[in-house]
């Protein structure tokens, strides 16, 4: 079946110091999503990425799509407190269903 | 709008014990779904719904039952409750059933079973 691999699993960075996340899928994605999980809290949508080559950002986090829709990045600049938590890609096989594949997520620790 | 709700929000259960854990939202969504949540292990499909009396079986649904009689409930039952579904469960929903819109997380029940 569809996997979607997320790494690293854990990232440790000093505050003001960049952040990438990667998330590789096993086959073709219609498209992929991002979400960010706080300690002890629930994921919460960031993005939505569709056409092959995209490229979004939101202030300092820059997201990709990979030309053959089949992988995926989340970058963020200058880190800050603010950015500790989990970050999940999730991707669908298929435009039809809401049935999202997550990756098993990236927890960033930013020391100040 | 209350979005997503889930109760309980913490759960103790003896082994073989059944229990339901409760899903529900205001928002008139068609889609919903529920997800376990483990260390190292992201987050993960149980059953998901795409409307009312419309149930399908995702990636991890042994243990569980669903069912979905209206569209703002979406209960996940615990038949007979193994230490292995120790876990952190989520619900969520979203707009339709396309996987194009973003879906919307409940707070999570974290739940143990003894």
């Known amino acids: 079946g569809q996997q979607v691999m997320q790494i690293p699993q854990y990232q440790h960075v000093q505050e003001g110091e960049d952040f990438t996340t990667y998330c590789n899928s096993s086959?073709?994605?219609?498209?992929i999503q991002w979400y960010k999980q706080r300690p002890g809290g629930h994921p919460v949508f960031l993005i939505q990425?569709?056409?092959?080559?995209e490229v979004k950002k939101q202030k300092r986090l820059t997201f990709q799509f990979g030309e053959a829709k089949k992988n995926s990045s989340l970058h963020i600049t200058a880190t800050q407190t603010t950015d500790v938590g989990t970050y999940f890609c999730a991707g669908s096989g298929s435009s039809n269903t809401g049935k999202l594949i997550f990756g098993q997520g990236t927890t960033l620790q930013v020391k100040p | 709008n209350a979005g997503v709700t889930q109760t309980p929000k913490f759960q103790v259960l003896k082994t073989g014990q059944s229990m339901t854990l409760q899903c529900a939202q205001d928002m008139n969504h068609e889609y919903m779904s529920w997800y376990r949540q483990d260390p190292g292990m992201g987050l993960r499909l149980i059953h998901y719904?795409?409307?009312?009396?419309?149930?399908d079986q995702g990636e991890v649904p042994n243990g569980y039952n669903v069912s979905r009689s209206t569209t703002e409930d979406f209960p996940l039952r615990l038949l007979s409750a193994a230490p292995s579904q120790t876990s952190v469960y989520f619900c969520a929903s979203s707009y339709s059933g396309s996987s194009y819109n973003e879906q919307f997380f409940g707070p999570g029940t974290r739940l143990t079973v003894l």
């Open positions: 990425l569709v056409k092959s080559g």
């Open positions: 086959t073709t994605l219609s498209n």
């Open positions: 719904s795409v409307g009312a009396g419309i149930t």
